[in-house]
């Protein structure tokens, strides 16, 4: 009978190990590696992360948002069957709820600006005390954090070859051609990204927001504010000064009641002469996670633009 030698077996044993070692592990935007000894199952997400991974087969235990869900646009259209609701209220989550659902991780987005996974420092301090917690970079273009998700739903055991999520890619492509045909058509329009109310109008820093550099991409001329808070999202100008900058078209922060807020100003029509004329529209501000949401939400922005009279302003 024949022996074989000692290192051989050692070498044998060493190769086989990984067929037999189970594990994950992830880098998230933060640059961390977080690493388990098994696939994570039970997940706590953050409404845009839940939004990001949901249509990709991944459906968390657990949810928690910076609002209350039924205003969370991120998630609208998505079946929450089923999902806990551990916080709706922003700087708030319950910590009883979210450690009796037992995590083996929490999925949020690393947002560079504000150095900290997505939820408040005290949301996130909090969670991280049940869980690890790591998620995608909130970066430079919404394109890319979705692939991120791809990515991360992958390595979660989702199936990315299913039909629907072929449809979805599908349809976003259709409506991304339409749009650059649009832009393409109004060399000359301008566009403004904006949110406000009583107190004065937010004027957004276009390097800020992900969609915002994807419609720069794709050809759109947006205004970006040039004297931008602390926080380096908004430049605030009060209403008396209102008309520091005139683009041909009016992008308003459809997460709140922004547009509602605005219409209900006084000064919104006579400062902006795009709010005069009507060419004002929705900007899907920071939410858009997946394709069928961007899809429908460039639609929308396509429309307004090939209505928009792109010689409104100087």
Known sequence: MSRIPALALSLLAATALPAFAAGWSYTGGDGQTVTLDDVPVRIIAHQDAAAGLIPLGIRPVGIYANSAVGEAKALQGLDLSGIEIVGEVWNEVDIEKAAALEPDIIIGEYWPLDVTFSGSANVVAALSQIAPITGPLQGDSILTLIEDYEKLAESLGADLSQPAIAADKAAFEASLDAFKAAVAAKPGLTAMAVTGGSQG????????????????????????????????????????????????????????????ALQAEPSWPLMLKAAEAGQVTDWPAFWLRNYAAYARELDKLTAAINAADADLTP
């Open 201 to 260: 109008l937010n004027i957004a820093v276009v390097d800020s927001a992900s969609e915002l550099r994807d419609f720069v991409s794709w050809g759109l001329n947006i205004i970006s504010a040039g004297n931008p808070d602390a926080r380096g999202y908004w430049e605030l100008l009060s209403w008396e000064v209102a008309d520091k900058y005139q683009p041909d078209l009016i992008l308003v922060d459809n997460r709140y009641a922004a547009m509602e």
